[in-house]
């Protein structure tokens, strides 16, 4: 049962322009998320994060948005640049549990060519 | 800081064999986890530490998976016996469970590289 969705396996833009990655949860406990960027051969890296008192987080170019009654959120990338190319990933955390667990959805390829 | 190391970046291995795979975490931290990568599923968790101590093994696919911390350096992911299904990025990573975002207890982790498996 995958309790965090990214439905869109992959996503290509153009320089300049926004990306809007997608993500879906289904765990109605999970009070705070995470954005990872991924390269190839690379670990995933810490982006970006929200908490579920929040409806936006802004970080330069990136802001998580929060859908709490519809259980979304998504990432804005604005402008987009060819280095921001890599597979981003959602992640949900049911913090008050106090695991440190992260749920990860299945990653969105991004392609942001020149 | 090294950041989190694992060891090997790539095996190749045949089906039947015995995989183990190494991860070192960065110092101080005490909650550690190993995630599975594929294309279908993403990153899927399959056990974590705290403080030494496995918390949740429920994303253990099989008995044939094992792992161990014996100290806060050093943990073990074993395959025994290997499968051709069983190929695939494997993730160590570790964090500060006391340092949380906002305080919510939500961490973020930090990640090794990987340990690209494939098993013929």
């Known amino acids: 049962d995958q309790q965090v969705k990214q439905n869109s396996p992959s996503l290509s833009v153009q320089e300049g322009r926004i990306s809007i990655l997608n993500c879906d949860y289904t765990?109605?406990?999970?009070?705070?998320f995470l954005w990872y960027k991924k390269y190839p051969a690379e670990g995933p890296t810490f982006l970006i994060s929200i908490s579920s008192i929040k409806d936006k987080n802004e970080d330069g170019r990136f802001t998580v948005f929060l859908n709490k009654s519809a259980k979304h959120l998504s990432l804005h990338i604005v402008p987009s640049q060819p280095g921001d190319s890599a597979v981003y990933f959602c992640?949900?955390?049911?913090?008050?549990?106090?695991?440190?667990?992260?749920?990860f959805g299945q990653g969105t390829t991004l392609q942001v060519k020149p | 800081d090294a950041g989190v190391i694992q060891s090997p970046r790539h095996e190749v291995t045949e089906m039947g064999q015995e995989v183990t795979l190494r991860c070192k975490p960065i110092s101080g931290h005490n909650s550690l986890f190993w995630y599975r990568q594929t294309m279908m599923r993403g990153l899927e968790l399959l056990i974590y530490?705290?403080?030494?101590?496995?918390?949740?093994d429920s994303g253990m696919p099989e008995d044939r998976f094992s792992a161990k911390m014996p100290n806060a350096s050093f943990s073990t992911l074993k395959i025994q016996p290997s499968e051709p299904r069983d190929s695939a990025v494997y993730f160590c990573?570790?964090?500060?469970?006391?340092?949380?975002?906002?305080?919510?207890?939500?961490?973020?982790?930090?990640f090794g590289a990987g340990s690209r498996l494939t098993v013929l």
């Open positions: 992640a949900a955390s049911a913090g008050s549990s106090n695991t440190g667990k992260l749920i």
């Open positions: 990573a570790s964090s500060l469970k006391s340092l949380s975002l906002e305080g919510t207890g939500a961490n973020v982790l930090t």
């Open positions: 530490f705290n403080n030494n101590v496995p918390i949740d």
């Open positions: 765990n109605s406990m999970f009070d705070y």
